[in-house]
């Protein structure tokens, strides 16, 4: 139970992290057409396809502690 605690959280913390440039790379629609060319330029798609790869492993093991801590286990973030 506590690694499908462990793994459902990682998995979250993910989705999360991606829906932030999902929602950044999506707004730029709702700009007027002579704009969208400056917005999304190969350079940009090519940092947010970076950001894609990389954000999700950053907040991950930025919050690695919250991760690994399991409600009612009694381990918590004492095994650090």
Known sequence: MRTAVIISKAILTTLGTWLV?????????????????YL?????????????????VVTCWKLRAWIRTVPGDGRGLREQ
């Open 21 to 37: 440039p999902v929602l950044a790379i999506a707004a730029p629609t709702l700009l007027p057409a002579r704009w969208e060319y």
């Open 40 to 56: 999304i330029s190969p350079a940009s798609v090519a940092l947010w396809m970076l950001a894609m790869l990389l954000g999700p």
